[in-house]
T-cell receptor, first 112, second 112 residues
Framework: NAGVTQTPKFQVLKTGQSMTLQCAQD?????MSWYRQDPGMGLRLIHY???????DQGEVPNGYNVSRSTTEDFPLRLLSAAPSQTSVYFC???????????FGQGTRLTVV | QQQVKQSPQSLIVQKGGISIINCAYE??????FPWYQQFPGKGPALLIA?????SEKKEGRFTISFNKSAKQFSLHIMDSQPGDSATYFC???????????FGTGTSLTVIP
């Protein structure tokens, strides 16, 4: 039972490149979210999903795309990387509203 | 607009002392208030959570105090230990929403 698995753990991109951050969960949770963590800013919600085929924007969605074709997977796509997207990205899942959220180990992304 | 305001940003406590972290919120629809603990290089993990029907919840050395009228809640760590050194996030959510709102985090250092 792996929980929430994020890949890769580290990534360096050049400005303008695109990439996909992967998130997979084996807990059969309906709710999945992507956060970015920046010093002094806490965890800010990028996009979230309440089930397969349903996604919505969070607080800081610009420059990112998501899709949810299965319950297990929720990839985050950076369309054209910018230095402002240098951050640590976390995927989180929870089963129902107002219950424990489980986080992956994070992806540290640097855009140069 | 920060939905949950957290203070202090950093905290240094002597071993055996009490660590106190405070959070405040505005949205009266929030009805679930978790605290997450994050160690370097790891994702946040649930530490303790409270719902507004009680004013205090204690688990071992960790206590949440909740003041519904003031819209404030706080984390108290009794007999703080060096192993408690981590970043702590408060959060809030509602049973009608689909996301958590996190505070900006508190970096706690416990000095031996």
């Amino acid at each position: 039972n792996a929980g929430v698995t994020q890949t890769p753990k580290f990534q360096v991109l050049k400005t303008g490149q695109s990439m996909t951050l992967q998130c997979a969960q084996d807990m059969n949770h309906e709710y999945m979210s992507w956060y970015r963590q920046d010093p002094g800013m806490g965890l800010r919600l990028i996009h979230y999903s309440v089930g397969a085929g349903i996604t919505d924007q969070g607080e800081v969605p610009n420059g990112y795309n998501v899709s949810r074709s299965t319950t297990e997977d929720f990839p985050l796509r950076l369309l054209s990387a910018a230095p402002s997207q240098t951050s640590v990205y976390f995927c989180a899942t929870f089963q129902r509203r107002n219950t424990e959220a489980f986080f992956g180990q994070g992806t540290r992304l640097t855009v140069v | 607009q920060q939905q949950v305001k957290q203070s202090p940003q950093s905290l240094i406590v002597q071993k055996g002392g009490i660590s106190i972290i405070n959070c405040a919120y505005e949205n009266t629809a929030f009805d679930y208030f978790p605290w997450y603990q994050q160690f370097p290089g790891k994702g946040p993990a649930l530490l303790i959570a409270i719902r507004p029907d009680v004013s205090e919840k204690k688990e071992g050395r960790f206590t949440i105090s909740f003041n519904k009228s003031a819209k404030q809640f706080s984390l108290h760590i009794m007999d703080s230990q060096p192993g408690d050194s981590a970043t702590y996030f408060c959060a809030a959510s509602s049973n009608t929403g689909n996301q958590f709102y996190f505070g900006t985090g508190t970096s706690l250092t416990v000095i031996p």
